[in-house]
């Protein structure tokens, strides 16, 4: 699986931005995809994360401002992120993640995109 981010860049505070993820290869085994940040010093955090029959979850930063969404024929993951604050700048990054399911054990195998810088001036 391999996933393609667009959409980062600088907007001031109060601003909206829409993030885009296409996923390629083996799509037909992705289950949940989602949205992680990150800032230098720091680990990488859940945004928002969606299921394959579009159940999602959100970090509690960032409920009523963010909305994950999902076209599973186009494998595409998109994260629209409206009245952004400086805190929300990071890098974004894309996750998939696979689950295969053998007689002996569930696996599942994180997929990342490379990443797009979201800046947000005060």
């Known amino acids: 699986v391999q996933l393609v981010e667009s959409g980062g860049g600088l907007v001031q505070a109060g601003g909206s931005l829409r993030l885009s993820c296409v996923a390629s290869?083996?799509?037909?085994?992705?289950?949940?995809m989602g949205w992680y940040r990150q800032t230098p010093g720091k680990s990488r955090e859940l945004v928002a994360g969606?299921?394959?029959?579009?159940?999602?979850n959100y970090a509690d930063s960032v409920k009523g401002r963010f909305t994950i969404s999902r076209d599973n024929a186009k494998n595409t993951v998109y994260l629209q992120m409206d009245m952004l604050k400086p805190e929300d700048t990071a890098v974004y990054y894309c996750?998939?993640?696979?689950?295969?399911?053998?007689?002996?054990?569930?696996?599942?195998?994180?997929?990342w995109g490379q990443g797009t810088q979201v800046t947000v001036s005060s």
């Open positions: 290869g083996r799509t037909s085994d992705i289950d949940v």
């Open positions: 996750n998939a993640r696979v689950r295969v399911i053998t007689i002996e054990r569930t696996s599942d195998f994180d997929y």
């Open positions: 969606i299921s394959t029959s579009h159940i999602t």
